[in-house]
């Protein structure tokens, strides 16, 4: 399995918290915030590309998508933060080829009346990646593609 979830997580959360400290950003679907602005970033689909593979038992090339939710709670202006947040997800997001997909406002459950929620899809495509050394040891590099 091609797995960058990490990698992603790790960047939008970086990218984010340099610009809003206190924002919590989740790896996976939270019941309840305990913090705003929210942030949950989840791997919703990893689907192997068939036209490329060969005879050999690896998936070579995979179709990934992840779904980013935005959550605000201030009492004014809660809307304009949720697109600055989303702002920084896109710049996180283009430079790796992603794609963005629906970008939509959703109702926060539970608290629909006073959280602000901003849902936003990308996908991409990625291939197995390559054992690189460095200094730190060895990492597994990943490209991505345009679908």
């Known amino acids: 399995m091609i797995d ?18 206190t924002a919590e950003i989740y790896g996976d679907y939270i019941e309840e915030l305990a913090a705003f602005p929210a942030v949950t970033v989840n791997e919703i689909a990893s689907e192997t590309l068939r036209r490329m593979q060969d005879e050999e038992p690896v998936e070579h090339y995979a179709r990934v998508t992840y779904e980013v939710n935005i959550y605000c709670n201030d009492r004014i ?24 997909g629906p970008t939509r406002r959703l109702p ?39 679908h």
């Not at 202006?77 to 963005?100: N, Q, S, T």
């Not at 991409?124 to 990492?139: F, L, R, S």
């Open 4 to 21: 960058i979830e990490n990698y992603v997580i790790t960047q939008l959360t970086n990218a984010i918290q340099a610009v809003y400290p």
């Open 108 to 146: 926060a459950v539970d608290h629909s009346r006073t959280v602000y929620r901003l849902y936003a899809r990308y996908t991409v495509i990625v291939d197995e990646g390559t054992v690189e050394t460095t200094n730190d040891g060895e990492k597994i590099v990943y490209h991505t593609y345009r």
């Open 77 to 100: 202006g809660k809307k304009e933060k949720a697109k600055a947040i989303l702002d920084i997800v896109d710049g996180v997001m283009f430079p790796m080829k992603f794609v963005k």
